[in-house]
Every structure is written in C-alpha cells, then in structure tokens.
C-alpha cells in the first residue's frame, strides 16, 4: 500500500472515533464520568446543571430549527416503512421551545422557499402535519420558524389513540425514534461529523440499542418512568433521566428547558414488547412513589428512605439522617432539586437471567424471535437470556443492578417526594 494512503486511513479513524459525538452521549460512554460527591460538600459544576444560560444568535452549525420538505418526507416515508411498530398511531411533527416559555409563541413557524412564506399553524400542543401539497414544491424549502437558530427544536410526535394521559406506548417510542432521528427531524450534527455519521452509521442504528436510546421529551417534568408489560414490572434507573450522567448537555436539545423531561429508555429490548405502558410518574403528582421492597430492605439506603417525611424533611434534615453517604444532585433553574443515591449490587445470577427470560413472556418471546429470524422456541428463549446477560454486564439501563434511592426536593429545599428501587437476583421487579 503506498506510503500516502496511511495518513488518509489514519485520518479516517480518528474521524469515526468521535462519531458518538454525532448522536446524544450514551450512558455506557459517560459512565466513568461520575464523580462521588460528599453530603457535606457544594455540588460540582459536572453534577449541577444551570440552564437557561446562552442566548445562541445567528446560525448554528447544528441547525436545530429549520427543517428541509425533503427531510419531513423521508420522516414520513420512514413512518410508513415501520409503521407496525405503531399501526394505529398517526405522525405529528412536534415544535419545542428549547431555552425559554414563551419562544414558542413568537416562533411563528413558516415554510419559505422560492414560492415565498406561508404560515405554518401549530395545534395546542404545537403540533402540525404535513400538507400534501408541499410534494410539489421545492424539497430544499425550508419549515422555520424566525427566532435564532437553538432556540426551538423539533421531534416527531407518534402516540396511538386511547393511550391514557401519563403513558407512552413502548412501540410508539420505538417508530417515533426511527422517524426522528433517521430523517434528520430531530437534532443532528452538520458538517464533516454528521456526514461521516451517515456514511458509515445504519439509520436506524442507535434506535436498536437494547441498553440505550435517544432522548425523549415527556408532556410535563418527570419524576420517573416505569415499564410494565403484564405483570412484569421494571422502574427504570434514574441515569435515564434528565440526562443525569450526560456530559455538555446544553450542546443536545434537552439541555435547558426540556432537561426535567427527557428520558431514555430501552428500545432495542425487545424483550418488552410494543405494547408496553410506559408509566411516566410527573414531579407535580402528588401521590406517593412505589417503593417496591421498602419495608423489607436491610440496606442503608432503605433506613434512610424510612426515616424520610415527605413535605416536612429539609435539606439540612436529610443530610443529617444520611450522614456520610455520597450522591448526586442535579439543581433545576427553577429551584427544583433531583438527589440520587446508588449502591451497585453484585452480577446477576444464571437463575435470575432465566426467571428473566420466563416473564419476558411469550410476546416477548414472539417479538424477538421475529425480529432475529429466530423459528425454534428455545433458541428464542436462549437469545433472551444472552441479551439479558449482554445488558446486565454493559448496561446502566433496564438491566442495571443495585439499590437506589432518589430524592425530589422543592424549591423551598423540603423533600416532595422520594422514590426507592433494590434489584438484586434479575434484571426485573416483581
């Protein structure tokens, strides 16, 4: 191979290490990136977020708020190729003001090209869908709104119809995600990173990770967020929240006002099955957190959850009762406080992968026989089990072992609301 090439493939690699920079930061790749913190001791600057904090002017190299007809098209086409993931669900496309309240009301969303502007009206939870008319217009026109780029974002909004308030549907999320990020509609990187990302990315790449996912934005500030699927049950661990352990999270969409309601959870896991609920508890409900196993727990943790008082213990009680136990605190601009204490456990155990497998259930079972080709039962059962085992070793996500307890304090400084998880023998709750 000639002597001129090396430097082009050497180029080349360093290139494509840096694509995770292209997509949000996976937890796996940010996990050494927590840092024990001390009761007594402020909050570091890594461990506290401060949003709301630059006002981006002119043109970003990440164009957030202007989206292409020729993306909103192939988001639709994209739609309909994975539409069983959904098949009575609709396509919206969503618009979030992304630093301040009231953006959204002086966005006035417009689609300009060569044709010249014409208004784009927004529905009360600033929604529209696409007019089959701009099939004929230029696809390089441009829907945007008249505030500087950063300032407003976009999503698709997939939600099958009867869904309760407070609940997403498993296989909503999962289409919503392959629309989204696949079609460009949600944040993407411009310039040589982002065209790299799709050169050598499948599309739909990070939307099949069974331990990770991208962001999703709830309707109101989360608290937690819960699978249940039968009676199967799994309260997700508090990493997936508000990008706890994300790292430079105002250069990512929710890194400001939507920080209180981004969550991820496991898409590619198939061991959940499309139809799962996806409870999202809100910071505002004011009934109780379950706190499975409570009562019962020895652990540390679980004395301190006992000994706390919803809207009586203060900051300074609760440091008291924790004594030296270490945590980390993320600070809401408006005052709100989220503290989450973790322990690791110890590995799973074969018997509790298998028990693992069984209540993955026969849909389970059925959804990932299908999506691996796999015919024969026990094979697909195998594979459940090999997945679970993949994810309990490398994941922070659904498969993460351990004991947590999270703290949701109020802008006076007086515990809301807490909430306590043990998993110790499987990767579910009972």
Sequence with gaps: MPSRIWPVLLTVSLFLSTLAGAAEPSTK???????????????????????????VQGVSTMARERKTLAQIFKAQALFQKHHKLAPQASLNYRVYARKYPDDLLRADLGLVGAQGRTPVTLDEEQRFVADPAWRLLDQDSEVR?????????????????????????????????????SSGLARTDAGWIGTLSKLFSADDEQC?????????????PIFSVTLVHGDRRLRLNQRNLHGLFDESGEDYDWGFLLRDRMFRVPLGDLTWPDDTRVLLETMAST???VNLGLQESKHRLAE????????????????????????????????????????????????????????AGSAGLADLASAKGIEDAAKAKA????????????????????????????????????????????????
């Design 29 to 55: 790749e940010t996990l050494a990136a927590e840092p024990a913190q001390d009761l007594t001791a402020e909050p570091s600057a890594k461990a506290t977020s401060h949003l709301h904090q630059v006002q």
């Design 145 to 181: 709104s008249k505030l500087a780029d950063g300032r407003v974002t976009w999503r698709a909004d997939i939600r099958t119809p009867g869904w309760p308030d407070g609940e997403r549907r498993l296989g909503d999320l999962r289409l919503q995600c392959r629309v989204a990020f």
């Design 208 to 220: 099949n990770k069974p331990d990770w996912s991208p962001s999703n934005f709830a309707d109101q």
């Design 287 to 289: 009934a109780p957190s």
């Design 304 to 359: 301190l959850a006992r000994a706390l008082r919803p809207g009586v213990s203060s900051e300074a009680d609760i440091r008291a009762l924790a004594g030296n136990l270490k945590f980390k605190l993320l600070r809401f601009e408006n005052g709100m406080q989220i503290w989450r204490f973790w322990k690791a456990g110890a590995a799973p155990t074969r018997a509790g992968l298998t028990e693992m497998a069984a209540l």
């Design 383 to 430: 594979a459940v089990i090999e997945m679970a085992a993949k994810a309990a070793k490398a994941s922070p996500m659904s498969a993460e072992r351990g004991t947590e307890l999270v703290l949701l304090l109020n802008a006076d400084g007086v515990l809301q609301k807490f909430a306590f998880t043990e998993r110790l023998n499987a990767s579910i709750e009972p």
